[in-house]
């Protein structure tokens, strides 16, 4: 059963943007911070402000880009029309178990590594395919 590839590439785009937001806020709060005590590297004042300002402009915009990417979180059921969460603490079919913590259903269980099954609605308690769900046949 092939789970919802694009839904999968936002979460990993999303993901790797966050990653890429929190290097470049952390090399700027630590350039900032060597400022601070007046440590720069041997360069002038106006280009070490400018090397923090591109750390800066770096950040804010993988940022915004990762916003951009960030997956949805409800679709609607097939059924009943009541909006389904696709961020929950979802049962595995294949081992039973409940997640530890909230996952998309693309990701795979915490104990067996297969991705969801089924999802359950939570008004109408019809068990639905992901890939249904998702808009995929």
């Known amino acids: 059963m092939a789970i919802n590839n694009s839904l999968r590439q936002r979460l990993t785009l999303s993901r790797v943007f966050a990653l890429i937001f929190n290097f470049f806020a952390l090399l700027f709060a630590a350039f900032m911070g060597l400022d601070f005590f007046e440590y720069r590297f041997g360069l002038s004042e106006l280009a070490f402000l ?7 402009i770096i950040a804010l915009l993988s940022f915004f880009i990762g916003r ?11 059924n009943c029309g009541v909006k389904i969460s696709l961020f929950q603490k979802w049962h595995c079919v294949s081992c039973d178990n409940y997640q530890k913590k909230e996952r998309y259903i693309v990701e795979k269980c915490d104990t067996c590594g297969k991705s969801s099954e089924i999802i359950t609605c939570p008004r109408c308690k019809a068990e639905v395919d992901p890939n249904e769900l998702l808009g995929r046949s």
């Open 50 to 56: 400018i090397l923090a300002g591109t750390f800066l």
């Open 68 to 78: 951009r990417y960030k997956p949805e979180t409800y679709q609607s059921c097939p």
